[in-house]
């Protein structure tokens, strides 16, 4: 057997164990060309897509948008005083982001919650903030994270959103995670974050263009079961005909698309190039960037 940089080859021929039949000559080796890795890889991203599109194609012939029924989402807008109260007093974060820390809560009724609370020093502004609450009121669907409520008091703001037990993919995806994830799970993980980002694009009209797809903006339920968060903070399209979003830098280094690095503007298909990336994520377990004594590495590379 020899070995070559760009494939491996290996020769059957002389092997009595490996061909019985007549038609073949054990006397004449037969060299196989066996681009082991490319063609593995290739095969689990095209099952990928073929799952995804057919799970899509079943959810759209089955109803399209679905409410979820676990969450009463009454869009109700809360005091600071009763933030106060649900959080018992900011006791516990659970998360933080350009946004402001986000605290875990719990209603009247012993429902678990998610508060971001934002902070005026945040680099979102808020406008920001009245474009998430805006969208979220009116988005509704399995695969996004549902807003419960929100607070509007002077410059006490915050969103309150349905927690999610196993917090985000990122974290799943993490070296130090001891509890490694299934193919089965990556699997569904990937096709409920197609269902989220496809409603997005083109279940919502105006479309949605998410602008910062990542795997700490993909949360996980109790049930495995994967939703998109943080799309509020995205622009809409002005119109359904607009091609674009062009707005002030955002995105995350390793999942933007060359194509907004070099126009600064945002398509759908510069969501579909992160999702490509979160992609290859869940078949490798690696991150989208490996950071190196001399340079860092790509995923693509």
């Not at 490996?18 to 037969?30: A, E, H, V």
């Amino acid at each position: 057997m020899a070995y070559y940089p760009d494939a491996l080859y290996a020769s059957f021929g002389e092997n009595p164990d490996l061909c019985l039949s007549d038609p073949c000559n054990r006397k004449k080796k037969k060299v196989f060309v066996i681009p082991v890795i490319a063609s593995s890889i290739a095969a689990v991203l095209v099952l990928l897509f073929i799952f995804s599109a057919l799970a899509i194609y079943r959810m759209k012939r089955h109803g399209g948008t679905v409410t979820k029924s676990s969450i009463k989402s009454q869009n109700q807008q809360y005091s600071y005083s009763e933030v106060v109260s649900i959080t018992n007093n900011f006791k516990t974060i659970i998360g933080e982001g350009e946004f402001g820390k986000v605290y875990l809560g719990k209603l009247k009724d012993e429902t678990k919650v998610a508060v971001k609370l934002l902070s005026t020093s945040s680099y979102q502004g808020y406008k920001e903030f009245q474009a998430e609450a805006r969208l979220l009121m009116i988005v509704h669907h399995r695969n996004l994270v549902s807003l419960v409520g929100y607070c509007d008091e002077g410059e006490k703001k915050a969103l309150i959103y349905e927690y999610m037990a196993n917090g985000n993919l990122h974290q799943h995806l993490s070296v130090t995670n001891t509890n490694v994830l299934t193919l089965n799970e990556r699997l569904h993980i990937a096709v409920d974050a197609a269902h989220g980002l496809e409603y997005l694009h083109n279940g919502c009209k105006p479309p949605i263009i998410h602008r910062d797809l990542k795997p700490s903006n993909i949360l996980i339920n109790e049930h495995m079961q994967a939703e998109i968060a943080n799309f509020g903070l995205s622009r809409a399209f002005a119109t359904e005909s607009d091609s674009h979003v062009s707005t002030r830098p955002a995105g995350t280094l390793g999942y933007l698309d060359p194509e907004f690095q070099a126009s600064g503007n945002f398509y759908k298909k510069s969501n579909v190039y992160s999702f490509g990336i979160i992609l290859f994520e869940l078949i490798t377990g690696r991150a989208a960037i490996v950071r190196g004594p001399v340079k860092n590495s790509h995923i693509l590379d």
